[in-house]
């Protein structure tokens, strides 16, 4: 086995004393738990089995995948039989092709078979390698070991999809809206269409681009289209810098790409922005403005309140939604639901500004493995993220900024299994982190995230909470895991339940519960003044919520590969932002 197994394995306690007699560090914790569903290929070669024994403790690998690429993302997927007392682990390094470094990431999730919600899913060990370079080709190494049996190595290339560019040299035709469908009809692979100033109706879109050589309809200055854009099973085409009041659909479309546009969303259109509501594949949907109806206003808010409209929603896998700002929908970003959900796997949500959305800010719906809704700030929204359901997992939340969450900061709702949270920042009216869940929440991961609420109210005929700062008293407890997060209520108090255990005091919350390292925090913790929510029907302006230097906050972490490597101190700090960072970019760049 290699080094690096042999210290996660230690410490998730599947090695025995002997094996782990160099003494890992405590404060090293692996995510494990893990996901599902079919999709792509991998040239990963196998490796000879260097466990002992067999029987059905013993993992058997199966195939090893990883399916739809993004730009700074990698999927990786393990299938496998046996290991009936759960005890193998598939840890992950990876490198530039090419290069001699190898570098840890998170080892995959365990995920064993399941079903829930018309839905199923096999015995997987499922991750994402984070932050990688777009066009780039890195080299994995994964390692399964099992006590038991079962033990390999294999390795693989993946390369990320690059940037999407118009061709090089690619023709310019030159287009008004007199001339608009002329040109259109008789567009090739590779043209870019320069809309001129002008007013334009809405159009049906029925011409493809093909790779390197996508058709490009390009806006400039006083371009406006009234209406719905609709491209139907179309692929390659990119629209760019466009004024929309109306819609966008790209139902069944492939390499679509949506950037720099302006959507005005309209009834007429059900008050959408951007939508697939059918399986599509490998959307760039980047630096728009999306624009809802919905007001926030009590009646707006909840399922069945007074709200309309998906701002950007999206079905299939590989599609990547980042540095949008999204305002004034019934969500904000979404997956689809129920059976309208068609592989929604390997999905970027990065860097988007949500505000005003009446129900979610990220519906992360359905999501059947590795959706990645990292380093968004979500502000004014009812719930900020949901996960109703996760389907196995891993389902990510990473480095969130989220302020005034009326009801919930994460929807976990539905039987939700895998949900993984991680350095996100939460400032909410009512209960930090509540989920009422009344079904089990399974393979819950948790770490260094920050939690702090207060009094709560009834908005609409939901509950804030009423200032505990954990309660989950659905929690499965024994496939769930938290710790070293950073809890804290206006009430000066800390209470709440996880799972059938509940807890009156920071001790007790450190004795009773897998919270062995919480610390207590207030909001003084952040660097600059920020307010408690006391009014969430207000439209707060967006507040700076990195933390003091000097805070309880700092060094109170987990080190977590390839999540929250360079700290700055002895451990990483908690929270979306490490002390002294820049804040990242959000919404247009």
Same mark, same amino acid.
């Given at each position: 086995m290699t080094s690096s197994f042999s210290r996660w394995a230690c410490v998730l306690? @599947?090695?025995? !004393?002997?094996?782990? !007699?160099?003494?890992p560090p405590d404060d090293v914790d692996p995510v494990d738990g893990g996901n599902v569903t079919d999709g792509g290929s991998s040239d990963a070669g196998g490796g000879g089995d260097a466990g002992g024994g067999g029987g059905p403790d013993a993992t058997v690998a199966g195939a090893t995948s990883l399916p739809f690429p993004t730009l700074?993302? @990698?999927?990786? &997927?393990?299938? +496998? $039989?046996g290991d009936a007392n759960a005890n193998g682990v598939v840890t992950v390094r990876y490198r530039v092709g090419g290069t001699n470094v190898w570098r840890e990431a998170l080892p995959l999730r365990r995920v064993a078979a399941g079903s829930n919600e018309g839905f199923s899913w096999t015995n997987r060990h $499922?991750? $994402?390698? +984070?932050? @990688?370079?777009?066009?780039?080709?890195?080299?994995?190494?994964?390692?399964? #070991?099992? %006590?038991?049996?079962? #033990? =390999?190595?294999?390795?693989? *290339?993946?390369? =990320?999809?690059? @940037? %999407?560019?118009?061709?090089? $040299?690619? %023709?310019?035709?030159?287009?008004?809206p007199a001339t608009f469908a002329s040109v259109a009809a008789s567009a090739q692979p590779g043209d870019i269409l320069q809309l001129g100033a002008g007013t334009y109706v809405g159009f049906d879109w029925s011409r493809s681009g093909t790779e390197g050589k996508p058709i490009v309809l390009r806006g400039t200055a006083g371009v406006v289209i009234n209406g719905a854009i609709n491209l139907f099973a179309q692929a390659y085409v990119h629209l760019e810098g466009l004024t929309v009041n109306g819609r966008i659909r790209f139902n069944g479309s492939k390499h679509m790409v949506i950037q720099r546009c302006t959507i005005n969303a309209s009834s007429t259109y059900g008050g959408?922005?951007?939508? =697939?509501? #059918?399986?599509? &594949? *490998?959307?760039?949907?980047? /630096? *728009?403005?999306v624009t809802g109806l919905t007001q926030w206003v009590e009646a707006s808010l909840g399922a069945s309140g007074d709200n309309l409209g998906e701002g950007i929603a999206v079905n299939g896998p590989g599609h990547v939604i980042l540095h949008n700002r999204v305002t004034g929908f019934r969500d904000g970003i979404s997956l689809l639901e129920d059976d309208e959900a068609v592989d929604q796997f390997s999905i970027d949500i990065l860097n988007n500004d949500l505000t005003g959305n009446a129900d979610d800010g990220i519906e992360a719906d359905f999501c059947f493995h590795n959706c990645r809704i990292v380093r968004n700030r979500l502000t004014n929204n009812f719930i900020a993220v949901s996960s109703q359901p996760g389907l196995g997992g891993p389902t990510y939340f990473v480095r969130n900024a989220i302020y005034n969450a009326v009801h919930v900061a994460f929807k976990l709702y539905r039987? !939700?299994?895998? /949900?993984?949270?991680?350095? *996100?920042?939460v400032v909410k009216h009512g209960d930090a982190f509540g989920?009422?869940?009344?079904?089990p929440v399974a393979n819950l991961y948790a770490r260094n995230n920050l939690f702090l609420g207060g009094p709560g109210g009834t908005f609409n005929g939901y509950s804030s909470g009423t200032g505990r700062v954990l309660h989950v008293p659905d929690l499965d407890v024994a496939s769930s895991s938290l710790d070293h997060d950073g809890v804290g209520s206006t009430t000066d108090t800390v209470t709440g339940r996880l799972g059938a255990t509940t807890f009156s005091n920071l001790q007790t919350l450190r004795t009773g519960t897998s919270e062995q390292h919480a610390v207590q925090v207030d909001l003084t913790v952040f660097a600059n003044t920020v307010a408690y929510p006391a009014a969430p029907l207000t439209l707060y302006a967006k507040p700076d919520l990195r933390i003091r230097a000097d805070s309880a906050a700092v060094n109170a972490g987990q080190p977590l590969p390839n999540i929250n490597e360079g700290f700055a101190g002895q451990a990483p700090d908690l929270g979306a932002f490490e002390a002294g960072a820049d804040l990242p970019v959000y919404g247009p760049r």
């Open positions: 306690g @599947l090695l025995t !004393s002997a094996a782990c !007699s160099d003494d700074h993302h @990698l999927t990786v &997927e393990w299938a +496998f $039989s $499922s991750g $994402s390698v +984070f932050d @990688l370079q777009p066009g780039t080709t890195y080299e994995l190494e994964l390692t399964l #070991t099992d %006590p038991d049996g079962g #033990t =390999t190595t294999r390795t693989t *290339n993946a390369t =990320t999809r690059p @940037l %999407p560019v118009p061709m090089a $040299s690619a %023709p310019i035709k030159a287009v008004t959408d922005g951007i939508v =697939t509501f #059918t399986r599509a &594949e *490998n959307a760039y949907i980047a /630096d *728009n403005v039987g !939700s299994t895998g /949900d993984v949270l991680l350095h *996100n920042t989920i009422y869940a009344g079904r």
